[in-house]
């Protein structure tokens, strides 16, 4: 007996839970030749830029998607879909990694420094220098050049809206 009146109280809070939820709405980056897309959902960063604006980016937090207007809301605006042209995406693997070696480059600094001043045999040369140095760069070409990748939306690349909605079964209820 207990049982049916778990799966009774399961089975409404189901069917309450899936009336009440809403629809997920979300933009979609398709590549050209690719089936693999990139989904920008609200509350996601979003980075582009417009045919009115020209070669300024913008940045911001996606607040809200319209799909009937094809409108994207920020806080600072609304933007038209097809006033995109570029989106630019980040490698977080690539920005992370030129992180690393960043750090690793100050590091390997700091100790040479440290073992300089503590050890009088030890001389700072070229070779330590080569080693901070080149990770220093390696890791800021990471950061600035493998880990932004930017596409053109009018060309091959397609940018659209996608509504995921479940129609009502019973319109007006």
Request: no cysteine.
């Amino acid at each position: 007996m207990t049982r049916n009146y778990i799966f009774l109280i399961f089975s409404i809070s189901l069917y309450v839970s899936a009336s009440v939820s809403h629809a997920q709405v979300f933009l979609q980056l398709e590549y050209y030749d690719n089936p693999v897309s990139t989904r920008f959902f609200v509350g996601d960063y979003f980075m582009y830029q417009t045919q009115s604006t020209g070669k300024k980016w913008f940045h911001e937090k996606i607040e809200i998607i319209d799909y009937q207007q094809e409108f994207i809301y920020f806080s600072s605006g609304m933007v038209a879909l097809n006033e995109i042209t570029r989106i630019k995406l980040y490698k977080k693997w690539a920005k992370g990694f030129g992180d690393i070696l960043i750090r690793f480059g100050a590091g390997w600094f700091a100790f040479a420094a440290v073992t300089h001043f503590l050890n009088d045999n030890w001389n700072f040369g070229a070779d330590t220098a080569a080693i901070g140095g080149g990770a220093i760069i390696l890791g800021f070409l990471m950061k600035k050049v493998v880990a932004t990748k930017s596409y053109n939306v009018k060309k091959q690349n397609r940018l659209r809206i996608i509504d995921v909605n479940w129609p009502d079964p019973v319109p007006g209820h």
